[in-house]
């Protein structure tokens, strides 16, 4: 083994050739000096086996903390090092992190990222030692003496024996080594300081290192994250250009203007989300607004209407583009400059049509969910498109006038020809179109323009009669059935309206092949149908339509060249004394639908009085939960994180509980559906993050961190990360205090905007947990592409451990410990209820984890007088 600079060059000592006399003073001085020589070279071989260990160490994968706590152990293996610490100064700042510590009698740990001013540290012994850039030993009260540092016990005890180096990097100190001793039986030599020196310019080797590296990487994934970025922007720039061909090619056309249109509408949808669209045009004398072409999951039908105050009316007053959410929407109302027409969008976003020089028109796209919310620069798209557009539109327009004027040309030649001769003939024929209108207008009334089928009047009335009927005559019984066909969203969006709509023709044909004559078969707007079902002798009858309908749907259909299928649920509402209003029975049919729909589709339910009474306990929990949030009756309960070895206390999960005063206590199961679906889901969520900030406080007394379950909603929501982090300010709770638990399903949708706000949190000291893993898809790339710090291994899995298994559950957990530990994340196994789980977890390597086996969630007070806290001591 090669020597190092410091170690001396030892060799070993020749005996005498020969002892001359007795002299046995010469001979005990030989034998000594030997000795010492040995000891030399045993301390010499230590220090290189101590500096091989430090050089492989800072080379390794491990990460930096688990590298810091090898070099303590590296150090403790050469001299007494159980208080020990490792100091990086920065000589432009004036900042000092303490990046290591490790101290048996001083309880407060630094944080590794928190920097120390110097006005903050002037009195501080490690900063004066920094300054003095020299080694110092001897006891703490000594030392401060010699480098002229009063005094102060808020920096920690004083020790028996102090021994710090600086770490000095070509003349410039960039940080110091410390050791110290409490024990007066246990001090430190000048071959200690000779020793700790060396070693320390070794670790301030092995820490630039492993720092330049990291900046490597960092530097690394900027650059994939920019080239990411360009290969975005080209294929955004593609799509714009094969849009903006489209558009030149849709011009040139001799189609319909509703299919130029619809053309435009699909080619907006391949840049940005156009799910809810429209086209608005001013009438040539500017007084009424058209709507020429909308689609739209809210409103169905958009209707000309005058002028007003519209969002619309605002995009062509202002000439300009309107990119406007909810909040701004209200306040451009407040002022007075708009009004709200239809249903109020979560994002809206319009840009004018210039036709001759003038805004003549709007293209308008919104959003009425969060999922989707436009931004700057799908709005210098649209605008861009917009233009394109109208010079298409003008176009088409002047082939269109065009064609009108060569028509209403022929036609006033015709007319003049024959007008004396046909004048009574005109006559009649005008009585006879009249008459052929009313008739028209009276079914179209009646009747929905697409299928052709009654609509939901028509129903309403026929089901008057009916009702009618029944009340004069209780054995005329009758029944109604309501459809949803299942997945037509799908079919609508995958293949478009026009396929959608000549699915629902086909669709319209089968369920009325399924019928007698007397019974009529309606189509209510969308996808929704329903059958009224005359003179009926049980429900039995009404099941045997049911089902011949389901087994007609659920043959393919074959539309435009593709075999597309669908499936109904059906819900079945039989008439009975309890009924006034048609309307009734149609809503209990309504609801049965959704009972069949909920258990699983493609399947009938009858209405009855289980359905009735769940509606109506559906109702009462739904304006439970809106009186609860007023009242502030949730709050968080907490499960324990321990060390699985001795039982020891690591932090808490915050859980959800409902204290109704009717009913008691309530986990999450028993009302967050209805809560997500009432959208009462984020504020509930709001209260228990604020309670669980408030607590924090004091559960963490001993170092303990408690960790939230946040909701997908609540990453994607702009600015969840700043009100997250004004919270805890708010409560003065500490970042590293607080953890995030979220899902996969979480990671799942816009994943990008996800990892930002993650990244945000963790920069600012809150770390981030992968809940139930091993449930879902367990991809790697969440792993490695989002900034987690650990994962929980789900419950399933640890309830599944056995005694000497070793495939199964077993062979899985070992396999996301082995992962998790390759990418140094943290490990928490869920669900632990006897002692043979936390044995088996253990044996596996797991060392922390919860479960009912150590404490069942319990409120904030039980928490503290549990583990003996006390009230008000600092978070």
């Known amino acids: 083994m090669p020597q190092t600079p410091l170690a001396p060059n030892f060799a070993p000592t020749a005996l005498p050739a020969a002892t001359r006399g007795d002299d046995t003073a010469a001979l005990a001085a030989e034998v000594q000096r030997l000795r010492v020589d040995v000891e030399r070279l045993g301390r010499a071989e230590r220090l290189q086996r101590a500096l091989f260990a430090i050089s492989d160490l800072a080379s390794s994968d491990e990460d930096t903390a688990t590298v810091l706590r090898g070099l303590h152990e ?140 990291e900046e490597l990487e960092r530097r690394v994934e900027q650059r ?57 045009l001013l009438t040539d004398d500017r007084q009424e607004l058209d709507f020429p072409y909308s689609v739209d999951e809210r409103d169905q039908k958009r209707p000309r209407r005058r002028v007003a105050r519209g969002l619309t009316e605002y995009v062509l007053t202002t000439g300009a583009p309107l990119l406007a959410d909810r909040e701004q929407v209200r306040a451009l109302v407040a002022r007075g400059e708009v009004m709200s027409f239809g249903t109020p969008s979560v994002c809206w976003l319009g840009v004018p049509l210039h036709l001759d020089g003038k805004a003549a028109g709007v293209i308008a796209v919104q959003s009425y969910t969060p999922d989707y919310l436009y931004t700057r620069r799908d709005q210098e798209l649209l605008s861009f498109v917009s233009f394109h557009i109208a010079q298409a539109l003008d176009r088409r327009r002047a082939n269109e006038s065009l064609r009108l004027a060569y028509a209403e040309l022929e036609q ?43 609509n939901r009047s028509h129903l309403l009335g026929r089901m008057g009669q009916a009702l009618s009927r029944y009340r004069a005559d209780p054995r005329q019984l009758f029944a109604v059935l309501f459809l949803d066909l299942d997945r037509f969203k799908v079919v609508n969006d995958s293949v478009g309206h026009l396929v959608g709509d000549e699915l629902l023709k086909e669709a319209a044909r089968r369920i009325g092949g399924c019928v007698r004559d007397p019974d009529m078969v309606a189509r209510l707007g969308g996808d929704e149908f329903a059958i009224v079902l005359d003179f009926i002798h049980t429900a039995d009858d009404a099941v045997a339509v049911a089902e011949r309908v389901i087994v007609a749907l659920a043959e393919p259909m074959r539309i435009a060249g593709k075999e ?86 690591v932090g808490f999960e915050a859980l959800m509980r409902w204290h109704h005063p009717a009913r008691g206590l309530s986990s999450p199961g028993d009302f967050i559906a209805i809560a997500e679906e009432t959208g009462s889901l984020e504020h509930m969520d ?190």
Request: glycine share 8%; with cysteine; charged share 30%.
């Open 74 to 213: 590296i150090v403790g293996r050469l001299m007494y090092a159980e208080n020990f610490y490792i100091v990086r100064y920065s000589p432009e700042t004036e900042a000092m992190r303490f990046i290591y510590f490790a101290d048996s009698l001083d309880p407060v740990c630094p944080d590794p990222e928190e920097e120390f001013t110097a006005e903050k540290m002037a009195n501080s012994l490690t900063l004066a030692l920094i300054r003095h850039g020299k080694p110092m030993l001897g006891p703490s009260c000594d030392v401060r003496a010699q480098l002229d540092v009063p005094r102060d016990d808020a920096l920690g005890p004083e020790s028996e024996d102090w021994l710090g180096v600086p770490m000095v990097d070509d003349g410039v100190v960039r940080g110091a080594v410390v050791v110290q001793s409490y024990d007066p039986d246990s001090r430190y030599t000048e071959d200690d300081r000779a020793l700790l020196g060396y070693v320390a310019q070794h670790i301030l080797t092995a820490l630039a290192r492993r720092e330049a590296q």
């Open 224 to 280: 994939t994250r920019e080239l990411r970025e360009q290969v975005t922007e080209r294929e955004r720039s593609e799509r714009l250009q094969a849009a903006l061909f489209r558009i030149a090619e849709q011009a040139g056309r001799r189609d319909s203007i509703e299919v130029f249109y619809a053309e435009v509408h699909g080619i907006v949808s391949d840049l940005l989300d156009a799910r809810n669209f429209f086209i608005a």
């Open 412 to 454: 006033r030649v015709a007319s003049r020809t024959s007008e004396l001769a046909d004048a009574n003939r005109e006559l009649l024929d005008q009585i006879s179109v009249r008459e052929r209108m009313e008739l028209k207008l009276k079914h179209e009334a009646l009747h929905d323009t697409l299928t052709g089928l009654p």
């Open 564 to 649: 597309l299928y669908t499936s109904a649920s059906i819900g079945i509402a039989l008439v009975d004394g309890r009924y006034r209003r048609p309307e009734e029975l149609l809503r209990d049919a309504d609801v049965a639908m959704y009972r069949a729909k909920a258990t699983g589709r493609q399947r009938y339910a009858i209405f009855d009085e289980h359905l009735h009474e769940a509606a109506l306990k559906l109702l009462e929990l739904e304006g439970d939960l809106r009186r609860a949030l007023a009242r502030q009756e949730f709050e968080p309960y907490y499960q324990p994180i321990v060390n699985l070895a001795d039982g020891g206390l």
């Open 686 to 875: 709001w209260q228990i993050y604020d309670l669980v900030c408030r607590d924090t406080k004091r559960l963490s007394t001993r170092n303990a961190y408690t960790t939230l379950n946040v909701s997908p909603r609540h990453l994607r929501a702009p600015g969840f990360d700043q009100r997250l982090l004004e919270l805890m300010s708010r409560h003065g709770v500490k970042p590293g205090r607080l953890r995030l638990e979220v899902t996969e399903g979480a990671l799942l949708e816009q994943p990008e905007e996800v990892n930002a706000c993650l990244g945000r949190l963790r920069e600012a000291g809150v770390l981030t947990l992968l809940d139930d893993f091993g449930t879902g898809y367990s991809s790697l790339s969440y792993l490695h592409r989002f900034p987690l710090h650990g994962l929980k291994i789900d419950r399933s899995f640890v309830a599944e451990l056995r005694s000497g298994e070793s495939g199964g559950s077993t062979a899985i957990v070992r396999a996301i410990r082995l992962l998790a530990d390759s990418l140094g994340l943290e490990v928490i196994a869920e669900g632990i209820e006897t002692e043979q789980q936390r044995y088996q977890l253990r044996l596996l390597g797991l060392s922390l984890g919860q479960g009912y086996f150590f404490a069942q969630p319990a409120s904030a007070g039980d928490i503290l007088a549990q583990y003996g806290m006390a009230e008000g001591a600092p978070g």
